[in-house]
């Protein structure tokens, strides 16, 4: 409940409006982007709490280390070991089969800048445990974040992309310079 206020204060308070579609039915990947921010985190969390979408959200290892480790775990972090990500694929698949119900947060174009295409754990996620995906966005030019819609992949990757390329054309992220055009490294490979 206080998570829900102070979410809701949050959206009154500040200048940013939440838009969009209804929070999703079941488990969902929940695509966080464009990533271009620190603020991605706070929209996100505020976002979340709102819809009382109980959320998960994966990180880098280091941001579990020390007295940040519980306090980003309480707020639904899972620490991501890079030289080891099909361990994060099986956890988050055994969760689901074992009946937990939560948005899984990832933010596929990463760290915020340096990267030209999207990582595709997304992507493996949500084809591995069967859950949807879930479109969550953050807009800077018109201070909106929200959700777009939630639909199941179908495994073919370029026109799974292209629907998600079509729904991200518009959305820029707080620092559109930063933006990274949603596309996965599978893809070059396929053309």
Do not use: C
């Amino acid at each position: 409940m206080l998570r829900f206020l102070l979410s809701r204060a949050f959206w009154t308070l500040s200048r940013w409006r939440l838009t969009g579609e209804r929070r999703p039915e079941r488990s969902t990947v929940l695509v966080g982007a464009p990533h271009t921010s620190n603020w991605d985190f706070v929209l996100m969390l505020a976002l979340a709490w709102r819809l009382r979408i109980h959320i998960h959200w994966l990180g880098k290892h280091s941001l579990f280390v020390g007295w940040r480790g519980p306090f980003m775990r309480a707020l639904g972090g899972i620490p991501v070991d890079r030289s080891d990500p099909s361990r994060i694929v099986a956890e988050v698949t055994q969760r689901v089969h074992g009946g937990e119900e939560f948005g899984l947060v990832v933010t596929p174009d990463g760290t915020r800048s340096g990267n030209t295409h999207w990582k595709s754990g997304f992507y493996r996620i949500a084809r591995a445990t069967g859950m949807p995906v879930t479109l969550g966005f953050v807009d800077g030019p018109t201070r909106t974040a929200g959700l777009g819609p939630t639909f199941d992949l179908t495994g073919d990757v370029t026109a799974d992309m292209d629907r998600i390329r079509a729904f991200y054309a518009d959305k820029h992220g707080v620092h559109p310079d930063q933006r990274v055009e949603p596309r996965l490294r599978e893809e070059d490979r396929e053309d």
